[in-house]
């Protein structure tokens, strides 16, 4: 789990399942909505936005 305090809206996260996404809010230490801008899911495309757990963050980029 990466900690997600004090990264800043606008970093770009590789989260697991082959997704790339950028902050788009922070919502407390361990959640933030993202917009994904890459995506191996399937159902998942560029644009779409969701919330994210810390759990998911392999790496901030």
Do not use: F, Y
Request: glycine share 10%; with cysteine; hydrophobic share 45%.
């Amino acid at each position: 789990m990466i900690e997600l305090i004090g990264v800043p809206v606008g970093a770009k996260l590789k989260l697991q399942g082959g997704i790339v996404a950028e902050i788009l809010e922070c919502i407390d230490d361990e959640w933030v909505k993202i917009r994904l801008l890459e995506s191996d899911r399937p159902g998942a495309n560029p644009g779409d936005e969701e919330l994210c757990h810390a759990t998911d963050v392999i790496q901030v980029l």
